[in-house]
């Protein structure tokens, strides 16, 4: 190909891949603003003429969303003494259009509201929402909320008008799905950038990628209160400041400020759960610095004592370039809110703890990158290889798209549609039962389960798969991929549910070892496993702070799908693996017992191979052939990078 043919066709691709992370990084940062009160902001992300479609309300123009944003606040501002208004619209499945210009994108939603004056509310719902590039930024031309479940803290939340609810509509197929940037027609424009600068541009994206990767690994090692895990992410100068309750430095006050949660190690009861909903990730002029803001929600617990509580917390933090390696520089922590499970927010918070006066706001971060001049490059630039490491990027978009579709389809029970996004040879687990290898075996044991799709809901567990960490091969196309299952459930009365299947409240469990290749052009899922449930609400009134252990007794019945549909691998011969969760091997483990936690990944920055680690798909070890590397495909690098190299365990 010659050259100006070739830089143009590259200089368009690594436009529509940064085109996809605008759009993503516009909805982030409405989310973040509306956690204070920023209506003005909020709306100038809005196009001229943009659109909000609430339910049935519709707003158009930057003055008249700003003062509906303000209006349906009220005193739940996030601005008041007392008040709160944390917003997390998450799970996005994005789709740019063929000519780069507009995009669409799905993201579910979910809203903690309160006064400090005696209200506090939960609502959820959906979002379908269109984009637009104007004045050479990315907007939102139509933010379209469907809102799927409400309700009053005390009482907790139902359908909203105690209704079944509707499928809504995708703008997306299953193969779109997997294809965030189409195909482009035609030749590429001329483009103004250098060689040099568009190798700058993809350095950028990848790096991205890295420390996104990082910030999520660490709310993972949180979680598990994995202390010398989150020190080894850490420079050996590294800094926590928590506002309110001082500052550390080093790896020894790294370790003194985590254990202010609780000495290193869960045991029986203790919750420390702290998912990172809408994480953006900024790089600084010269790609060797890399700040990242968003929001964490803490879900704590010692239910032995039936103690439970929230906290509502904003991070912006320092990342920098260390001998080739990102690492964690200074941890900013700013709590909002801290509040007891069983008294809500709705007076503000727990006595004694950091009231939520909004005073100092977290800097936000901007939705575009900085300009900046490359960095000089001695050797001459491969454009071909920049066209492969451009794609490891575009490959970590397309399994975060894939994803979100899984967790998308199963909501609705479109099994179908579920089952087109799998790859010919892919592999799924169905929960407590085992392994099915091939799409016409997993179709099958979804449709043996739950039968045809139905045209509307009485009750759905909602499957957001959030905060990514996304290792991508060599060649780009294969990932393995780690996400959250943060599930809230809902239903038109969730009293009438039993307490084992209640369907309201919060659930939690794990997607440790996913996987997704590039099958004919579309990303599609690879392998699938659900590690559940780390923690379950029983009621409303309870939540996960009072659950107890199960009687002792016979463990509950096997699923019926091992006799209707049995599977090809069953959880029970897969040994230490699934030792402790429903339908595997041992004594099962449920909250508020602490089971295993399974990862696919080593430290991303010191190579710490984890207790449990297991960095293929579950049934690879059980059958070898549903290894994606028996299909002519690469395994990605599981641990750190330097370069794209992955490097060894520091033995």
Known sequence: MNTSVALNALARDVERVESVRAVKNVQRSYAQLSQFGQWKAMAALFSVNGIVRWGEQTITGHSAIAAWLASTAGAMDGLLPGSLHTEVIDEPLVNLSVDGYTAKARWMGLRFLGDGAGSARIEGGLYENEYVLQDGRWRISLLHYYPQYEGEYAEGWTNVGGEDLPIIPAHFTADEAGVPIPPTIGAAPPTAASAAELAH????????????????????????????????LFTDSGTVHIAGAGDYSGPEGVRQAMERMGPEGLTHGHLNDRPIFDLMVQLHPGGQEATTRGIEIGMLADADKRQGSWEFTVFRNRFVKEGGLWKLQELNLTPILHADYFQGWAHGGTAGATPQTNTEIPSFLETVPADAAPPAHPQPIDLADLERRLSRSHAYDGTENVSSAYGLYIDDFQWTQMGAIFAVNGNKQSPFTGYYLGRDRIMGAVNASWGPAPKARGSVSFHWRTQPVIHV??????????????????????????????????????????????????????????DEHYFATYDWKGGWASVVDRPDGEPPAPTRLLSVYPPDIKISDLGRREEGFRGGTGTMIEWPGILPMWFHYRNLVSGRVPERYWPDCVPSEAAPDSRMTAHCYQMPPNGPEIDGIEQPVDE
């Open 201 to 232: 541009r993809v350095d950028l994206l990848n790096d991205e990628d890295a420390v996104r990767n990082i910030q999520n690994a660490y709310g993972y090692y949180v979680d598990r209160r994995m202390w010398s895990d989150v020190v080894d």
């Open 473 to 530: 091969s060599h060649d780009g196309r294969s990932t393995n991929l780690r996400t959250r299952l943060f599930q809230p459930r809902t239903s038109k009365d969730p009293a009438s549910s039993r307490p084992e299947f209640y369907m309201g409240g919060f659930h939690s469990g794990m997607y440790p070892n996913d996987q997704a290749v590039l099958e004919g052009g579309i990303w599609r899922l690879w392998s699938v496993t659900i």
